[in-house]
């Protein structure tokens, strides 16, 4: 399964607009992503100054990620959190079509895209790296963010989670950690790279559980690390483990630039393409970041809740929170303090989540003004509001403490104490009969045409 099956069958349904105008990589092709942000999956067919296509926002709707992983919304969690608990070790291959031609790294002919103003330089944002432990014991694929530097240099963002596990014990040993960095994949290779796995857990046993089976891998000839047989692109690398250059700024989840920070340099051995690669690229601060970053862990709270609070419903990471920083959760309580209990639970289970707002089922999560109302009619901030100072946050969010990572949550109960009489809450209805039905919608009609 690869970016190119999932693109015939986007195409099919049409959900890709192709762009046959000529543009560059700096600025204009970003610029196009972010005015159809959420929108089709863009295929960018001439690039100024490269041989090769670009396609972005594939993972940019919640539908698509759906279609790409052949569940509904509502099956969504469930089946990435299976694919956590009951990884399936994928096949090796000898050959694939990721490595049809082989070559010295260049990669200044990758068509990089340069996304904002400020940022430090073009970066490769889609990419998957994986690495191993010494042992061979563990392996880990993760998305992280790549600095073009030169022709074989990367400078690449590790924050403390598992890959900078393993570049720690690599560290120890006193070696440089090798790793294999993919670019242009199938969608559910992408998903399981940002899943709530666990350290030990290969989250290319994630993906392949999440395609049925039928994801194969390639060991890389000079490093010792696995890469997917049919991505597009596989940068065969090296990261030092004492070399560490300035990284950033870049614009990451929040819209903002992020701070430059000393991180460590990556040296490209060795290019893997197809004879003819189609770069994939990812706006950072759209919704294909959001939903990418974002779903695991709506996953993972709504796991973390269920257990405190069984009648939790539905989890969304909010647009307007960056897809990252706020949380509304959707729950059916039974016994009074429940949705408290939910909010710690939700509050702890995505460290970076900053404030998190629980609302009763009559509520459309995905609604802000709805969310908004059930906090104008069913908050009092004396009784309801919780304040947790001095927490592990986001370093991405320029009000909180970057440098240590700390914040302050907050969690917001909108939920309609049980004490009180249900009737006082109920949004009030207008009835409709057919008739109205019939004549609103031909006034719809009207209005559309
Ligand atoms: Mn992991």
Request: charge should be negative; include cysteine; proline fraction near 6%.
């Amino acid at each position: 399964m690869s970016l190119r099956d999932f693109l015939s069958e986007m195409d099919r349904k049409g959900e890709v607009l192709h762009v046959e105008d000529e543009l560059s990589p700096r600025f204009e092709i970003s610029a196009v992503i972010k005015e159809f942000d959420g929108g089709p999956i863009l295929y960018f067919h001439r690039v100024s100054g490269h041989d090769m296509p670009v396609v972005a926002g594939v993972c940019a709707s919640r539908g698509r990620i759906c279609d790409a992983l052949k569940v509904d919304m509502q099956t969504l969690y469930t089946r990435l959190l299976e694919a956590c608990d009951r990884p399936l070790k994928p096949k090796v291959v000898s050959d694939g079509p990721a490595m049809e031609v082989s070559e010295q790294p260049r990669l200044g002919r990758l068509p990089i895209l340069m996304h904002y103003e400020g940022d430090a330089g073009p970066y490769i944002t889609s990419a998957i790296v994986s690495a191993r432990s010494p042992d061979g014991e563990v392996e880990n694929v993760s998305i992280h963010r790549l600095q073009l530097l030169d022709d074989r240099h990367l400078a690449i963002r590790i924050v403390p989670r598992h890959l900078y596990q393993l570049w720690l014990m690599a560290k120890e040993r006193g070696k440089d950690l090798d790793v294999a960095i993919s670019i242009g994949l199938h969608p559910a290779v992408s998903i399981a790279a940002s899943a709530p796995a666990p350290f030990g857990v290969s989250e290319y046993g994630v993906a392949n559980r999440l395609l049925n089976g039928e994801l194969s891998l390639v060991e890389c000839e000079e490093v010792d690390a696995r890469a997917p047989a049919e991505a597009e692109l596989i940068l065969e690398a090296r990261i030092s483990t004492s070399k560490l250059v300035d990284e950033g700024p870049l614009v990451d989840a929040t819209g903002t630039h992020d701070i430059v920070r000393k991180q460590p340099l990556v040296e490209v051995l060795r290019i893997h393409r197809r004879e003819s690669p189609i770069y994939q690229a990812l706006l950072p601060g759209g919704r294909e970041h959001w939903l990418l970053m974002g779903l695991p862990k709506e996953a993972a709270i709504w796991r973390a809740v269920r257990h405190v609070a069984p009648g939790v419903k539905a989890v969304c990471l909010t647009p307007g929170g960056c897809g990252w920083l706020h949380a509304v959760i959707s729950l059916e309580k039974q016994t009074e303090g429940d949705a408290k209990n939910a909010l710690l639970a939700a509050l702890a289970a995505h460290p970076s989540l900053k404030h998190a707002v629980a609302v009763d089922t009559d509520i459309d999560i995905y609604d802000p003004n709805e969310v908004e109302w059930a906090i104008a009619t069913r908050f009092q901030a004396d009784r309801d509001l919780i304040v947790i100072r001095g927490a592990r946050g986001s370093t991405l969010d320029p009000s909180a403490d970057q440098e240590t990572g700390t914040t302050t949550k907050l969690g917001i109960d909108a939920t309609k104490p049980l004490t009180k009489p249900e009737q006082s809450f109920k949004r009030a209805e207008i009835p409709r009969t057919e008739k109205i039905e019939r004549i609103i919608n031909k006034l719809l009609g009207l209005k559309h045409r």
